[in-house]
Nanobody, 118 residues
Framework: QVQLVESGGGLVQPGGSLRLSCAAS????????MGWYRQTPGKSRELVAS??????????NYADSVKGRFTVSRDNAKGTVYLQMNSLKPEDTAVYYC?????????WGQGTQVTVSS
């Protein structure tokens, strides 16, 4: 079983930055994909960014709406994935969820609120 704990959410002004962290523990396989999703009331959860544990040139994936502003990274030794969010916009306001996928399994964190407002 995998446990995911997010941190780093909060309130930030438009144009500001935040860094989210997600620490994974439990039975984690060497090959997995960790990512960040977000959800607003009345809408489906959407992928923000993901990153594979494999060190390849194309191991990251971003939603078009965050390309050039958000950066996903990971520290495999620590079992942690990060989301650096820059140039934040009000439309980035959402609950952000960490996700880990491995061998047909999918685990979710509890979510962290990000609010972008002046």
């Amino acid at each position: 079983q995998v446990q995911l704990v997010e941190s780093g959410g909060g309130l930030v002004q438009p144009g500001g930055s935040l860094r989210l962290s997600c620490a994974a523990s439990g039975s984690i396989f060497s090959i997995n994909v960790m990512g960040w999703y977000r959800q607003t009331p009345g809408k489906s959860r959407e992928l923000v960014a993901s990153i594979s544990s494999l060190f390849t040139r194309r191991n990251t994936n971003y939603a078009d709406s965050v390309k050039g502003r958000f950066t996903v990274s990971r520290d495999n030794a620590k079992g942690t994935v990060y989301l650096q969010m820059n140039s934040l916009k009000p439309e980035d306001t959402a609950v952000y969820y960490c996700n880990l996928q491995q061998s047909g399994q999918s685990a979710w964190g509890q979510g962290t609120q990000v609010t972008v407002s002046s």
